[in-house]
T-cell receptor
């Protein structure tokens, strides 16, 4: 069984470019979450999505960040006009409809140069 | 903000039991205790969770005190691959139980 798949694993962007991070949840999971881990810090919740719906985006920065989970295809976390402070590991997690535990992917490490 | 307190680091000898404590004195009646771990450069991994009874699975045991104000995660025979940051998280069983609040966790180092 495939777990949560994130790609790319490593992403380098210049300041001002856009970053797109992809997450394919565990097959059959309808809930997706994104977390960010800044260097030397803990994981912080960003957003919770179900198919075609954003349920809770209370942890998302107000500007430049957006997330979607379309009916078909992976969930996308999009960061526009990246800045050096966006450099972090971004983890995606998924869970089944009855939420018991979250399954995390291996993360995407974004480096902004 | 995390509702738990954990020691920042612990050491354990390979093959011995690792006992990781967690204080959650403000836990409420509908909140579960969850444990996750994060091995360096990897995504967090679920270990175990419980409400008030002790729990055991293939990875670990969870002992929750009767007043539920603290708990201990036990890795019965620690291996070098168990070196990781261990997070104790309290999470309710209601509609907002999807949001995990990670604190700083305990860095467990298993030594040969």
């Amino acid at each position: 069984n495939a777990g949560v798949m994130q790609n790319p694993r490593h992403l380098v962007r210049r300041r001002g470019q856009e970053a797109r991070l992809r997450c394919s949840p565990v097959k059959g999971h309808s809930h997706v979450y994104w977390y960010r881990q800044l260097p030397e810090e803990g994981l912080k919740f960003m957003v919770y999505l179900q198919k075609e719906n954003i349920i809770d985006e209370s942890g998302m920065p107000k500007e430049r960040f957006s997330a979607e989970f379309p009916k078909e295809g992976p969930s996308i976390l999009r960061i526009q006009q990246v800045v050096r402070g966006d450099s972090a590991a971004y983890f995606c997690a998924s869970s089944p409809p009855v939420i018991t535990e979250a399954f995390f992917g291996q993360g995407t490490r974004l480096t902004v140069v | 903000d995390a509702k738990t307190t954990q020691p920042p680091s612990m050491d354990c000898a390979e093959g011995r039991a690792a006992n990781l404590p967690c204080n959650h004195s403000t836990i409420s009646g509908n909140e579960y205790v969850y444990w996750y771990r994060q091995i360096h450069s990897q995504g967090p991994q679920y270990i175990i969770h419980g409400l008030k009874n002790n729990e055991t699975n293939e990875m670990a045991s969870l002992i929750i005190t009767e007043d539920r104000k603290s708990s201990t995660l036990i890795l019965p025979h620690a291996t070098l691959r168990d070196t990781a940051v261990y997070y104790c998280i309290v999470q309710n069983s209601g509609g907002s139980n999807y949001k995990l609040t990670f604190g700083k966790g305990t860095l467990l180092t298993v030594n040969p």
